[in-house]
């Protein structure tokens, strides 16, 4: 299961994420985070202590979000990733497309 927070709109849009997010929530993760992010363009920041899993097709969500908040001359971060999350970041090279914080 996945709860998608949404922590503050301005001056960048925080959403907080926690549980986990996988190829059957992924779709509804991406129109939640697009909807928020369309209503105020700006610097997108995902809390992510509490998120527990994500798999491959999460992996692709992050990266059309992360395209998308760019094509807008925006930037997406990753705060506070669990050190096994990060990994996979890493490990597809995602650090270099997408800010990830501790």
Sequence with gaps: MQE???IS??????????GEIHAQNA???YEEVLAAYTQEK???????RK?????S?????FVKLCKTVKADGHRMVLRGLQPRLKKLFVICALDALMEIEE
């Design 9 to 18: 709109r301005l001056p960048e849009l925080t959403i907080g994420l926690s």
């Design 57 to 61: 097709t999460t992996l692709g969500t």
């Design 51 to 55: 998120l527990e899993f994500i798999d």
């Design 4 to 6: 998608i927070t949404l």
């Design 27 to 29: 779709d509804e993760f």
């Design 42 to 48: 700006a610097d997108l920041v995902f809390e992510c």
